[in-house]
């Protein structure tokens, strides 16, 4: 998986958004178009369901309709009927009062034949209505139909149903105060006599003769009637569409149709079953029918149809209407088309909406992905620099501390790292490297004499030189103050690396110009090869820096290589470091006395202390060695303290503090004198010793002014301050100027060995001791030669005017003890002499 960079991040933030709307958009348009179809084909279904509900609705309602006009119909037919025969009634019964009111004088006969005779030939209802009498005893009197009955009585005649229809009549008219109407059955004789029908008649009571006058109808005469008018009158009925009532009888025969070819045909056995259902039902015998109708207007072979079909009660008919499926469907069709129609318009205006919104908001977040890209960038490119400034500053800050501020030279903290790629590089290479450590001899003395300004354009100087012999392999960094250290890691053998030494010398060979001032300076080597010497960075290093000391000790300005006759002298040193520790305290020191002679009096003034140290392991050190090495490894204070102490005691005891009493010159270290505590740690010592503090003289050597001056100018002075004398010692070897001789308060001078030795040789050396003893003298200093071993030295000495001498013509170094005897006896000879 690639990582997410911040490219693809900003393209993501920049893009994604249009994108997810996009999708979404079009999800969102798809679930819409598709429940939109969903919501379509539902209306649809739901509209064909309450089209058909409706269709339904209105020819069942239509069927109410004309089911209940048919009822009106019927019941109106039968009031009008029954008003016709009451007063048909009325009508016989106004003829009988008549007649009887005109006729009342005349014979009851008369009246009644009378009467009979008006009333007999009365018809009316298409023929069939006439008029009957009988009286309250049940005999007939009138009878316009069937004359015969006349006279008879009908008191016990019965219909087929079984009621008295005489007696029934006679009560219920006498119950219903003189008139009733009344039903019965009677057959009609001259059509089938066996046949009986259901009448309604009316009756009214004729008081004067206790008569019953009465007529009647056969109510399937008039039910027949009303039907012949209904059916007349449906088929000419319609409604909607042209929509029709269509009616059938209880055979299943059509009896009204408004197509004449189908009236008085069958309905199709399909249709006969569904209204054998209808009739079978126990109560509202209706309901709807689906069939193939026979009958269709415009269509030749009928077609699909839904009826409702109604029963008519006590008619036995079915009448019917409906609506065709083809018709209906079409009809449903057109109004799909429509909703479909609408519904598009619909779909296309929420799709335009949708389009158009998606479409702004894509801009948008386009616009919005394009600001925030852009602040992004922003950002990016801010954090970009100030990682750059920040990553400058750390850069500079790490060269900072890797590298000199004074000559941009690395230093110490890359020193290790650039030795250790050196080492590499030269095993990778076959070849063979050099770690040569230098130091500019005597920088102290420039940084005295011209400043420290001047001592800092010349360690710039120098290192620009440097860096003017390097290889493309090689560096040189700085180590500390003036000391360098150059690694050349592609050199082919010791030889190589003698040249490379040769080269850095050359840098020294010539002048430098300061300040418009001529310096001239020099250097000490040291070079330690690898992996011949070592391989380890702080190893070589040390390795260089030991055979430096070593080259710096043996002669200033000369080059010294590693080798394994050096690393013996190291580890001898190692042994002695390690003995000397142990030698302060296991009272391994000693110390001699060297006398040194009055030339004038050719006494012993005084003796020159100096350390013995005989190693029960290494046998006997020199002074010179251990001395240094105490002072390396910071003994020399524990050790020169204790020399100082045993001088004086040792002195004390052969010579009383006194007029005549012995000098003792005791050698002091610079780096004693340096200690801030010194004047007051050898003044307590004295105290404790009780020795005067004039007999004490400290020998410090020229190399003591290389130090801070104006710290050891105070310390010296505070020492001549409490007493002591103080001598230079070692004079003429070091760097010393005549110009301290008159600042600082130095009471005696002491002439290196290295010019007595050559004092009966050299003219010059000759000059020069007489002129440091003329100085001496001009000063008001003690003068003392040392390393007097002739006769010959010590008479040139005394012509010049020496003060003392000091060296084996007279005593080596000698114990304590030695010193008394000596003391002894050269006070015989001196007395001897004197
Ligand atoms: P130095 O102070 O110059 O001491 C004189 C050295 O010259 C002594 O060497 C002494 O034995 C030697 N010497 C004396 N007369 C003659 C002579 O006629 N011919 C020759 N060739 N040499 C002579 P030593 O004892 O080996 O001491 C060497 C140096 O060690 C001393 O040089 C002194 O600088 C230092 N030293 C010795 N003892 C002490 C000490 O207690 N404290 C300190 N700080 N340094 C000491
Ligand atoms: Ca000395
Ligand atoms: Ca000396």
Same mark, same amino acid.
């Given at each position: 998986?690639?990582?997410?960079?911040?490219?693809?991040?900003?393209?993501?933030?920049?893009?994604?958004?249009?994108?997810?709307?996009?999708?979404?958009?079009?999800?969102?348009?798809?679930?819409?178009?598709?429940?939109?179809?969903?919501?379509?084909?539902?209306?649809?279904?739901?509209?064909?369901?309450?089209?058909?509900?409706?269709?339904?609705?209105?020819?069942?309602?239509?069927?109410?309709?004309?089911?209940?006009?048919?009822?009106?119909?019927?019941?109106?037919?039968?009031?009008?009927?029954?008003?016709?025969?009451?007063?048909?009634?009325?009508?016989?019964?106004?003829?009988?009062?008549?007649?009887?009111?005109?006729?009342?004088?005349?014979?009851?006969?008369?009246?009644?034949?009378?009467?009979?005779?008006?009333?007999?030939?009365?018809?009316?209802?298409?023929?069939?209505?006439?008029?009957?009498?009988?009286?309250?005893?049940?005999?007939?009197?009138?009878?316009?139909?069937?004359?015969?009955?006349?006279?008879?009585?009908?008191?016990?005649?019965?219909?087929?149903?079984?009621?008295?229809?005489?007696?029934?009549?006679?009560?219920?008219?006498?119950?219903?105060?003189?008139?009733?109407?009344?039903?019965?059955?009677?057959?009609?004789?001259?059509?089938?006599?066996?046949?009986?029908?259901?009448?309604?008649?009316?009756?009214?009571?004729?008081?004067?003769?206790?008569?019953?006058?009465?007529?009647?109808?056969?109510?399937?005469?008039?039910?027949?009637?009303?039907?012949?008018?209904?059916?007349?009158?449906?088929?000419?009925?319609?409604? #909607?569409?042209?929509? !029709?009532?269509?009616?059938?009888?209880?055979?299943?025969?059509?009896?009204? =149709?408004?197509?004449?070819?189908?009236?008085?045909?069958?309905?199709?056995?399909?249709?006969?079953?569904?209204?054998?259902?209808?009739?079978?039902?126990?109560?509202?015998?209706?309901?709807?029918?689906?069939?193939?109708?026979?009958?269709?207007?415009?269509?030749?072979?009928?077609?699909?149809?839904?009826?409702?079909?109604?029963?008519?009660?006590?008619?036995?008919?079915?009448? #019917?209407?409906?609506?065709?499926?083809?018709?209906?469907?079409?009809?449903?069709?057109?109004?799909?088309?429509?909703?479909?129609?609408?519904?598009?318009?619909?779909?296309?205006?929420?799709?335009?909406?949708?389009?158009?919104?998606?479409?702004?908001?894509?801009?948008?977040?386009?616009?919005?992905?394009?600001?925030?890209?852009?602040?992004?960038?922003?950002?990016?490119?801010?954090?970009?620099?100030?990682?750059?400034?920040?990553?400058?500053?750390?850069?500079?800050?790490?060269?900072?501390?890797?590298?000199?501020?004074?000559?941009?030279?690395?230093?110490?903290?890359?020193?290790?790292?650039?030795? =250790?790629?050196?080492?590499?590089?030269?095993?990778?290479?076959?070849?063979?490297?050099?770690?040569?450590?230098?130091?500019?001899?005597?920088?102290?003395?420039?940084?005295?004499?011209?400043?420290?300004?001047?001592?800092?354009?010349?360690?710039?100087?120098?290192?620009?030189?440097?860096?003017?012999?390097?290889?493309?392999?090689?560096?040189?960094?700085?180590?500390?103050?003036?000391?360098?250290?150059?690694?050349?890691?592609?050199?082919?053998?010791?030889?190589?690396?003698?040249?490379?030494?040769?080269?850095?010398?050359?840098?020294?060979?010539?002048?430098?110009?300061?300040?418009?001032?001529?310096?001239?300076?020099?250097?000490?080597? #040291?070079?330690?090869?690898?992996?011949?010497?070592?391989?380890?960075?702080?190893?070589?290093?040390?390795?260089?820096?030991?055979?430096?000391?070593?080259?710096?000790?043996?002669?200033?300005?000369?080059?010294?290589?590693?080798?394994?006759?050096?690393?013996?002298?190291?580890?001898?040193?190692?042994?002695?470091?390690?003995?000397?520790?142990?030698?302060?305290?296991?009272?391994?020191?000693?110390?001699? !006395?060297?006398?040194?002679?009055?030339?004038?009096?050719?006494?012993?003034?005084?003796?020159?202390?100096?350390?013995?140290?005989?190693?029960?392991?290494?046998?006997?050190?020199?002074?010179?060695?251990?001395?240094?090495?105490?002072?390396?490894?910071?003994?020399?204070?524990?050790?020169?303290?204790?020399?100082?102490?045993?001088?004086?005691?040792?002195?004390?005891?052969?010579?009383?503090?006194?007029?005549?009493?012995?000098?003792?010159?005791?050698?002091?270290?610079?780096?004693?004198?340096?200690?801030?505590?010194?004047?007051?740690?050898?003044?307590?010592?004295?105290?404790?010793?009780?020795?005067?503090?004039?007999?004490?003289?400290?020998?410090?050597?020229?190399?003591?002014?290389?130090?801070?001056?104006?710290?050891?100018?105070?310390?010296?002075?505070?020492?001549?301050?409490?007493?002591?004398?103080?001598?230079?010692?070692?004079? #003429?070897?070091?760097?010393?100027?005549?110009? !301290?001789?008159?600042?600082?308060?130095?009471?005696?001078?002491?002439?290196?060995?290295?010019?007595?030795?050559?004092?009966?040789?050299?003219?010059?050396?000759?000059?020069?001791?007489?002129?440091?003893?003329?100085?001496?003298?001009?000063?008001?200093?003690?003068?003392?030669?040392?390393?007097?071993?002739?006769?010959?030295?010590?008479?040139?000495?005394?012509?010049?005017?020496?003060?003392?001498?000091?060296?084996?013509?007279?005593?080596?170094?000698?114990?304590?003890?030695?010193?008394?005897?000596?003391?002894?006896?050269?006070?015989?000879?001196?007395?001897?002499?004197?």
């Amino acid at each position: 998986m690639t990582p997410l960079n911040d490219r693809k991040l900003l393209n993501i933030i920049r893009y994604a958004p249009a994108v997810f709307i996009t999708i979404f958009a079009v999800v969102v348009n798809v679930i819409l178009i598709q429940s939109n179809q969903v919501e379509s084909e539902e209306k649809i279904e739901f509209i064909r369901e309450n089209l058909i509900e409706q269709q339904k609705q209105a020819v069942r309602e239509q069927i109410q309709q004309v089911s209940n006009q048919i009822e009106k119909q019927k019941s109106l037919t039968v009031k009008t009927l029954e008003d016709q025969l009451r007063s048909r009634v009325y009508e016989a019964y106004n003829i009988a009062t008549n007649i009887y009111q005109q006729h009342r004088d005349k014979p009851k006969e008369d009246v009644v034949r009378m009467i009979r005779e008006a009333l007999r030939p009365i018809r009316f209802n298409s023929g069939r209505g006439y008029f009957f009498i009988f009286d309250r005893e049940g005999m007939n009197v009138l009878h316009s139909y069937i004359p015969q009955l006349e006279g008879q009585s009908v008191w016990e005649t019965k219909d087929v149903k079984g009621s008295l229809i005489v007696q029934e009549h006679i009560e219920k008219v006498n119950n219903s105060g003189g008139e009733a109407f009344y039903r019965w059955w009677y057959s009609k004789s001259d059509e089938a006599p066996d046949k009986h029908f259901e009448k309604i008649g009316f009756g009214k009571y004729f008081e004067p003769y206790g008569w019953y006058i009465g007529t009647g109808e056969y109510i399937v005469d008039v039910q027949a009637d009303i039907q012949k008018q209904v059916i007349d009158w449906l088929s000419d009925y319609r409604y #909607g569409n042209n929509d !029709y009532v269509f009616v059938i009888d209880n055979q299943g025969i059509i009896i009204s =149709h408004p197509e004449a070819s189908m009236v008085n045909t069958a309905v199709s056995d399909e249709l006969g079953v569904q209204i054998d259902e209808i009739r079978a039902k126990d109560s509202d015998r209706s309901g709807f029918t689906h069939y193939m109708a026979k009958y269709m207007p415009g269509a030749l072979n009928g077609g699909e149809k839904i009826s409702y079909l109604k029963m008519i009660d006590g008619w036995d008919w079915t009448i #019917g209407t409906g609506f065709y499926v083809q018709r209906f469907e079409a009809y449903l069709a057109e109004n799909i088309r429509a909703l479909e129609a609408s519904n598009n318009d619909e779909l296309k205006r929420v799709l335009y909406a949708s389009l158009i919104s998606t479409l702004i908001i894509i801009a948008l977040s386009l616009k919005l992905g394009r600001v925030i890209g852009e602040r992004f960038n922003r950002f990016q490119e801010r954090i970009t620099k100030d990682f750059n400034e920040l990553n400058q500053v750390k850069d500079k800050l790490k060269y900072l501390a890797e590298h000199d501020s004074l000559t941009d030279l690395p230093n110490r903290l890359l020193l290790n790292g650039i030795i =250790h790629t050196g080492v590499d590089y030269a095993h990778h290479n076959q070849s063979c490297g050099a770690v040569i450590l230098l130091d500019v001899d005597d920088f102290k003395k420039i940084n005295d004499l011209h400043g420290h300004s001047s001592g800092d354009k010349l360690l710039k100087t120098i290192s620009r030189k440097f860096e003017s012999i390097l290889g493309p392999h090689d560096t040189v960094s700085r180590f500390g103050g003036d000391e360098f250290i150059f690694c050349f890691p592609a050199l082919t053998d010791e030889v190589a690396a003698q040249e490379k030494v040769m080269l850095i010398q050359q840098v020294f060979e010539d002048k430098f110009i300061i300040d418009g001032k001529v310096l001239t300076t020099n250097c000490s080597i #040291g070079v330690a090869m690898f992996p011949r010497d070592d391989t380890e960075p702080e190893a070589l290093i040390r390795k260089a820096d030991v055979v430096l000391y070593k080259s710096k000790a043996q002669r200033k300005g000369s080059a010294m290589f590693y080798n394994s006759d050096v690393n013996e002298e190291i580890q001898l040193d190692y042994m002695i470091e390690e003995e000397l520790r142990k030698a302060l305290k296991g009272d391994e020191f000693k110390v001699l !006395y060297q006398p040194q002679v009055n030339v004038e009096s050719g006494k012993i003034m005084g003796v020159e202390a100096l350390a013995r140290w005989n190693s029960p392991r290494l046998g006997p050190i020199s002074p010179v060695k251990f001395i240094a090495l105490a002072e390396d490894i910071g003994v020399i204070h524990e050790l020169g303290s204790f020399v100082f102490r045993k001088a004086c005691e040792d002195i004390l005891s052969i010579s009383p503090n006194g007029p005549e009493a012995l000098g003792v010159s005791i050698n002091i270290s610079p780096k004693q004198l340096m200690e801030p505590s010194f004047p007051e740690t050898l003044v307590a010592i004295t105290q404790e010793v009780e020795i005067d503090i004039s007999r004490v003289i400290l020998e410090i050597t020229e190399n003591v002014l290389l130090e801070d001056l104006d710290t050891v100018a105070e310390r010296l002075n505070s020492m001549k301050s409490f007493g002591f004398g103080l001598s230079l010692d070692d004079f #003429g070897t070091g760097y010393s100027s005549l110009s !301290y001789l008159n600042t600082l308060p130095i009471t005696e001078i002491k002439i290196d060995r290295s010019f007595i030795e050559k004092l009966l040789i050299s003219e010059q050396t000759k000059t020069l001791v007489k002129a440091i003893i003329a100085i001496g003298e001009s000063c008001q200093m003690t003068v003392v030669a040392e390393g007097v071993e002739t006769m010959e030295q010590y008479n040139e000495l005394a012509e010049y005017g020496c003060n003392a001498v000091q060296g084996y013509y007279f005593a080596p170094p000698l114990t304590i003890n030695s010193i008394g005897e000596l003391l002894c006896s050269k006070l015989q000879s001196g007395s001897e002499s004197s």
